[in-house]
Every structure is written in C-alpha cells, then in structure tokens.
C-alpha cells in the first residue's frame, strides 16, 4: 500500500554513466511500478517520461536547477526545476567545471529555447485516493513538442521480465483529455490533462528517430502515451494523475491552461506560475 515517487533534479553532472535525467520521475505504489525509465547503462532522454522536442537538437545532458522545494511529514512535496540548460543548443560545452561543477553561464549557446518543470506529490488523502500527482511544464520556444509517459512491456505491450507492468496492454486513451491504466488487480491510474485543451493522447508502440550527438540517429519502438496540443508548438502541460484501488475519483476543472483549478474530492489542485500548489477545499 506504500507509495514512493523519485523526482531526479540532477544539480549537478556526475561522472561515469550518468543518464539525462534532468526533471525527470519515477512512481511506484500499491504493488506496482506505475513510471520508470531506462535501466540499461546507454541511457537516452527519449526513454524518460518528459516533454520531447524531436525537431530541435539540444543540450540534453545538462542539469537542472532548482527553483522550489516543498516536503511534508507524510511524504507529500513539490518540487519545481529550471531546464533552461536542457533546452540549451547541443552545441554548448564545458558549461559546468570539471571539479566543483560550477555553472558558468557564457558558456551556454543559446537555442532560443527555454522552460522549466514542476511536480507536485499529495499523500494527504483529502482528494479521496492515496496518491495525486501533478506535473507541469512551461516550455517556450522551438519547435514541435510531444509529452510522454512510458509504459512497460515490449512492442506488442507483451509483459518483459524487466519490466513486469505490462501498461500497453492495460491502458486506455478515454474521453478528450485523459487515459487510464488499469491492473488485474482493481489498481487504476488516471491521467487528465488540464493543459493543452484537447489534447492529442494516444497509447501505441511508436516508431521513433531520436538525434544523439555522440552516436547520431537512433531508432527505436517505444510503447508509451503519447499527447500533443492542438498547436504542436505549444510547450504548455498541466497534467493531473491519480492512482487508487477501484474506480478514479470525479476531476473537477475550473478555468483554462495554466491558470485552471482543479478540485479532486477536498482537494484543490493550481499552478502559481512558480509550482504545483495543493490546498484544502473551502
């Protein structure tokens, strides 16, 4: 009945083999592992559940920075990241020293692409389930932007030995806005999407060309959700998951974009342009 989410900031570069990580997440709870990310040691920012930008070649390795941080008794927490320097060309090098990883900023080559991310965690219970998560992104700039979130299992959605959650095959794309996983079990997932306004979601084995700087074009077959706004470029997603035994709870949606307020039972869900802030209904 436990419930662990990991958010990894990544402040600062590590040395061996070290994945693009910035922002990124992993959840497990009620017995299964409902986000993760690559396991192999050739890691790629493509295997993680973030915001893609497929069309423009970035710094994808770079670190993040934190902006805001937010822990409660119970476990509950946000936690807010700049990704400036994730968005920043793929040509920007030496943009941390080599020992004490200071961050010298003319060194970064600008791409004209900005943005930063932030992901709430409430285990207070107020909003009738164990567990709500909350993740946004403010992404401005480039090109072409699709969210992601992995699912395991192989192509076909088949279960893998190293990933035993086979969420292809368990998962829904449902009403305009939100999709569902859904285990033997009675545990669900649901996902609605606050921001774009409808959206795009669709959950298939995607053949995909993601650009290494080092190694060049890789492709790859990726099972996973996939959603895009209406306007491609649009950088903008506000994303509210619940994870719960049985039915998910009514999610209630006031208001547009960023500045939406989402009520789940007695709990009140908004963005304040900074992070994820949670509060008790009136």
């Known amino acids: 009945d436990d419930f662990i989410a990991q958010v990894f900031l990544k402040a600062h570069p590590i040395g061996g083999w070290n994945g693009p990580?910035?922002?990124?997440?992993?959840?497990?709870?009620?017995?299964?592992?409902?986000?993760?990310?690559?396991?192999?040691?050739?890691?790629?920012?493509?295997?993680?559940?973030?915001?893609?930008?497929?069309?423009?070649?970035?710094?994808l390795g770079a670190c993040g920075r934190l902006t805001y941080l937010k822990t409660e008794s119970d476990g509950s927490g946000v936690v807010s990241v700049d990704l400036s320097d994730v968005y920043a060309d793929e040509k920007t090098s030496g943009?941390?020293?080599?020992?004490?990883a200071k961050r010298r900023p003319e060194r970064l080559v600008a791409s004209g692409v900005a943005g930063m991310r932030s992901i709430g965690v409430d285990?207070?219970?107020?909003?009738?389930?164990?567990?709500?998560?909350?993740?946004?992104?403010?992404i401005t700039g480039g090109k072409s932007k699709l969210w992601m979130w992995h699912?395991?299992?192989d192509a076909a959605g088949?279960?893998?030995?190293?990933?035993?959650?086979?969420?292809?095959?368990?998962?829904?794309v449902d009403a305009a806005g939100t999709f569902t996983v859904r285990k033997p079990d009675g545990a669900t997932l649901r996902a609605t999407f606050?921001?774009?306004?409808?959206?795009?979601?669709?959950?298939?084995?995607?053949?995909?060309?993601?650009?290494?700087?080092?190694?060049?074009?890789?492709?790859?077959?990726l099972p996973a959700v996939f959603a895009t706004g209406a306007n491609p470029a649009d950088g903008t997603f506000f994303v509210v998951v619940t994870i719960q035994r049985g039915a998910p709870p009514e999610v209630l949606v006031q208001g547009t974009g960023l500045d939406a307020k989402v009520t789940i039972g007695r709990c009140v869900v908004a963005f304040d342009g900074e992070k994820v802030v949670f509060r008790e209904k009136d």
């Open 123 to 138: 285990y207070s219970g107020r909003a009738g389930v164990p567990c709500v998560l909350v993740i946004v992104d403010h």
């Open 158 to 172: 088949k279960p893998t030995r190293a990933q035993p959650d086979a969420h292809l095959n368990d998962t829904k």
């Open 21 to 59: 990580n910035a922002g990124t997440f992993r959840v497990l709870g009620l017995g299964h592992v409902w986000a993760h990310g690559p396991e192999a040691r050739e890691r790629d920012r493509w295997l993680e559940n973030v915001v893609q930008l497929p069309e423009d070649k970035l710094n």
């Open 95 to 100: 943009l941390y020293e080599g020992y004490g």
């Open 194 to 221: 606050v921001a774009p306004t409808k959206p795009s979601v669709v959950a298939e084995a995607r053949k995909v060309t993601f650009h290494n700087a080092h190694s060049g074009d890789i492709n790859a077959v």
């Open 151 to 153: 699912l395991g299992g």
